[in-house]
């Protein structure tokens, strides 16, 4: 922002401006909500009910198993993952839509543990990546390196700064978060990915807090593998499948212990002995939730009708006018800026510390702004392009700074489950 | 049956004595439609698609984030489990429907296997299963063994009669699939799982075509894991997730190498170090489907208006009333019966070879009888008793008879995906 925006009716006229804000007509969002958790759950596209109602209906109801070839149910992991690649400069049929992230981590990391088991690397047995990071990624990493043939260790650094050091004759992979989910703090993804190959190790990135949030690149990267989530800035819907990135050049030694039916060469042939089928589909498993995975179709055809750079600069504007705001709206209120003020190394969240954080969330959320919180008292407020406008930011801004100046928040409340 | 039934008016007399009749106005289906495939894919409940829509308007669409908590999405794998339970003999906390059957097996088979890895059969190092079994099972076992920290092997027994020879020493895990896929074979679990235990070994059950087939007891028959399906007789929608039971006895020690934060003692705590929560939670891994998910209820509320003995009942009517119809009415055609005529050792379902097996189920499948082909030969045929009636079963049989009869199908038609 070149000049502070101070009045409401500026907000406005940047709304007036905004060549993004006839998309906020595809989303059907709640009266009296502002929406600032679309970081955690994506709003709902319109299309996303009728689409639902013709899969289960017509889909499931009328055409039953004839709907596996006809409605192309079958298929659907790699049709979507075509139409999400683009949002992280991945190339068609290298990008599969299926499982959870966890689960795509899993076979993410066992094929790039299995990768550097050979040549030079193969004494190697370190996973590096961040305390921080979102815990789901280092329990994974635990899990497999625990259950592996040989040991491996996964080691966890305090920050960024740390990881060149860690990136030692043993670090097999580096794995990190491209965008923490507390922080808001993006990683440089080519420097770190440069970094890890200069070491001899692979990089593993999960896009969860990135896949349109960010622009992401991941050839220009040279990235190794790349998980994400849909169910975020996916818009995809609640638990949605995840995604999962193997590029051309890892595919064809893409190997993980989760071979079932849906990765086989010949998935009907119902031969005894598994062989992986060519290209992405090997890093399929079983039978997909058809109904969940056909809704995320609904929130990545809004994305075609933008693209990233565009959703970019409305979420540097957005999350810019909200810094902006909060400090000044808001000044000598204990709230602390976590999310760095760097374009390049943020996201597009914002987080800012409070004593009382928890209690203040939950105050603004039954005043009709919904972010949420994360330990230790960090209040997280996601912007989405797509659906936020400037006059949004503005009265959240009046409300948070309502809530601060009257002291309307109760902080003996019963804390629930946060998610 | 005591008396062969021989007319139409025979069948509808059946049905009007069927005590489960009226739960067929529980589901939609299509005019002009036998279905015979539910073993594949299980019909549409009718609440089925006011629930999607619930999801997805109310539930995602205007509650958002807070459904997490709100709408008990979070808790829903043990509720939906709970409600499951009473169909296969688990008790309440034993069951969770989570991830999909492969990734169910997985979870079972590694725990089996660490739980053998301690005491007098920490040298065991195979796990036995039937080549006839249905392919990914033997994938995930094949992709765990090959994976493990020491080498692993699966052992292919051809006839279940190979199978006391096979619970050797080394036999770690007895794992098999309780009705066959392609033949409706069904084994004899306590039997089974006693000679297993009896070998030292486990026994893992995959109860596919059994949950909402054929009444199972768990308990009773001591067995030690299981997984199983909720989109084929459990009708919980294409795809649906799958269930995994893990008892009392062995959850304390229950471990497997899928760690995600669904199984952590505190996701919410976001802490570094994975800690398995107590109970059947640590079987899950990530974030679900919730819309898929959801579906699954619409499925097992219906099997709460009966009971798998009166399904069972019914079912051994249907099947037995389809293979006597069909070796009668269609005597002197080259139709060959694999399902087994003991009740005891029969699921829900019947399959005949034919020579032309793909072009006859294709006829069959134009003319609105719908089945399905399995390699080969073999046109299989699933009764499920929530919705299929007597009379179905003449005039499928009738259609049959029709088409053999005049050979009215086309043998050089090109075999497309049959799932």
Not at 222 to 227: L, Q, R, T
Not at 265 to 284: C, W
Request: aromatic share 8%; glycine share 8%.
């Amino acid at each position: 922002m070149t000049a502070p925006t101070t009045t409401r009716a500026d907000c406005l006229a940047l709304d007036a401006l905004d060549p993004l804000a006839g998309l906020r007509t595809r989303f059907d969002l709640p009266d009296g909500v502002i929406y600032l958790d679309g970081n955690s759950l994506g709003a709902r596209p319109r299309a996303a009910l009728a689409r639902a109602g013709d899969v289960v209906a017509r889909e499931w109801g009328t055409d039953l198993i004839k709907s596996w070839n006809t409605a192309g149910w079958f298929d659907m992991p790699k049709r979507l993952g075509d139409r999400l690649a683009p949002l992280v400069g991945a190339r068609p049929g290298e990008v599969a839509v299926t499982d959870t992230t966890s689960l795509n981590l899993f076979k993410a990391l066992a094929a790039a543990l299995r990768l550097q088991s050979e040549g030079a690397t193969a004494g190697r047995r370190t996973i590096v990546t961040e305390r921080s990071n979102f815990p789901t990624d280092i329990y994974m990493a635990e899990g497999l390196s625990r259950w592996l043939e040989r040991g491996y260790r996964v080691r966890l650094v305090d920050s960024v700064e740390e990881i060149p050091a860690a990136l030692d004759l043993d670090a097999a992979v580096l794995m990190l978060t491209h965008v923490n989910y507390r922080t808001g703090y993006q990683h440089d993804m080519a420097e770190l990915t440069r970094l890890a190959h200069e070491a001899g190790a692979l990089a593993v990135w999960d896009l969860a807090h990135s896949a349109g949030a960010v622009p992401v690149d991941l050839h220009a990267a040279d990235a190794d593998f790349a998980v994400g989530c849909t169910y975020k800035y996916l818009n995809g819907g609640p638990g949605a499948p995840a995604f999962i990135w193997v590029p051309q050049k890892h595919q064809a030694r893409f190997d993980h212990p989760l071979s079932g039916w849906w990765g086989h060469a010949s998935p009907f042939a119902m031969a005894p002995a598994f062989a992986p089928v060519a290209g992405i589909g090997r890093a399929l498993c079983g039978t997909q939730p058809i109904v969940s995975l056909a809704l995320v179709e609904c929130g990545l055809e809004i994305f075609e009708a933008t693209d990233m750079e565009a959703v970019r600069a409305k979420s540097l504007l957005l999350t810019d006018l909200f810094i902006d705001l909060v400090e000044r709206r808001c000044a000598g209120h204990p709230l602390g800026l976590v999310t760095p003020r760097e374009h390049a190394r943020r996201g597009s969240q914002v987080s800012f510390t409070h004593p009382h954080g928890y209690a203040v969330m939950a105050a603004l959320i039954a005043r009709g702004v919904i972010g949420d919180y994360r330990e230790p008292e960090i209040m997280r407020f996601g912007f989405t392009p797509l659906y936020t406008s400037f006059a949004d930011v503005w009265d959240a801004v009046e409300i948070l700074k309502d809530i601060l100046d009257r002291n309307d928040y109760d902080v003996s409340a019963a804390r629930g489950l946060v998610t």
